[in-house]
């Protein structure tokens, strides 16, 4: 039998899905199971969105421009603009979700064996990413003390070798929710241009920001625009995760013309996914206000619940819709997993992400998890009680097998 590429063997599953086969069996046992471990959000994509589809008059399904259609690019130019982020429509590229901006950027950037600095714990698929495009990353660790704030400065210096090319940052970030401070992105600038590398700004989660407070793109500070490459998606901003689409936005022509070829190797971006993407940036700001106040009440009534769990110890996030908790156990894998196969309280159980699969750095967040808060309040509620049942009767077991 002929053998597969050592990148195939190398290549992360995901933390995510991984446990998925143990969810399907639970449910198979007529279980209801409270899916906390993935962004899939509840709320309903905008009507103008599912409208635009709905409508479509066209006799053929075509593929459109490689950087995606321009009357797209021309409107989300504008929303950008809006927010202070002042790119023009052939700086922006629209991409095959997040996920390929991300990809085309580092295939631009990085070549193999270049290093790739990322505060951890990170959205695990940026692993899977780097791998493909060939580059390692170096973790930089944040701690669950700190609230996950940026690392200090000369933390990132102490990891900066001849082969370093970029930084990447989640902001808000995913999986802990901590939302950066302009403070610390001038920080970050200052580090950037000083050793002359890439920053990859993942926003995906701008809009969901919490407490009054306000997001901050890196496109806002100044002398980062040949440095800056800020992947963006709409799957999050209006619960369109199927569509598909994101984008690459970049001032640096050089890496936009890169990616262009990319984007042209893999023809287009979706049809109807641009379709609905550009019928949604029509939604009305009420749509979010809503979405952002459910979203906050939901973190407030999962944080508050974790919290008075004994043992376990969860920040605050400041934006997105995770967080990671650090949970009184040695394992939390083996505890996730035990939760789906062995445990049930009047009928429930949850689904959580081992935290474990967020780090580079082997041993760290092995008493971690991270919790998407995508479900209504009263489905919260009972999962962290079961949560709450679960930790204790895992200890029972434990202490009995010991
Ligand atoms: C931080 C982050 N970046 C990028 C993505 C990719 O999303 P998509 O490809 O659906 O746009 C996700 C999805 O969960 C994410 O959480």
Redesign the pocket.
Known sequence: MPSISNKGRQMPASPIRRLVPYAEEAKRKGRIVYHLNI?QPDIYTPQVALDAVKNFTGNIIEYSHSAGNESYRKKLAAYYQKLNIPVTSDEVMITT???EA?LFGLMSCLDAGDEIIIPEPF?ANYLSFALTAGARIIPITAHIEDGFALPAIDEFEKKITSRTKAILI?NPS?PTGYLYTREELETLRDIVVKHNLFLFA?E??REFVYDGKKHTSTFEIDGLEQHLVV?D?I?KRYSM?GA?I?ALLTKNKEVYASALKFAQARLSPPTFGQIAGEAALDTPPSYFDEVVTEYQHRRDVMVGLLNQIPGVKCPNPGGAFYTVAQLPVEDAEDFCIWMLSEFVYQNQTVMMAPGSGFYATPGLGKNEVRLAYVLNKESISKAMECLAHGLKAYHQVKELAM
């Open positions: 962004g979700g997040g996920s991300l959205y989640c995913n993942d995906v989660y992947v998606s799957s995760c598909r994101g």
